[in-house]
């Protein structure tokens, strides 16, 4: 995955209407919730070795352990074929937040990373944007 020119909102008026809806609702809930951070594309070859187009919130730099500097976004966004995704990329006392919020966040399934949805309807927001605020303190305190 890398940071391309494309637009977030050409990628969500490129979806058709009614996932258009939900997508610009997240936009703005994630947009409220990380207020300092920037916003950009990301495309590319993503986990499982799919195409993806996923609007990244927060960028910022680490280093793995082997040594090599990678980009990565705090937060991503992107509908994939069958479902909405949210990625919040924060780690707390050894446990990604996604796994900790999962419990709480609705009709959704949780990864390590990765919260997924069907429908607007089946995601408490309140709790997702708690969780992505939690995200951006977390993220502070590391840069």
Known sequence: ????????????ASQPPDIRA????LHALISAALPDRDCCMWEGVFWGGSEQQIIGY???SYQRSDKTQVEW???????????FSVYVNAVEDRQYLAEL???RLGKVKTGKSSISFRNRADVDLEVLREMIEHAD????TET
């Open 1 to 12: 995955m890398k940071r391309v020119e494309s637009s977030p909102d050409d990628y969500i």
């Open 22 to 25: 939900v997508l610009e609702e």
């Open 73 to 83: 976004f705090i937060v991503g966004l992107t509908r994939q074929k069958n479902y």
């Open 58 to 60: 927060g960028n910022y």
């Open 101 to 103: 919020y999962g419990p």
């Open 137 to 140: 303190r977390i993220a502070t």
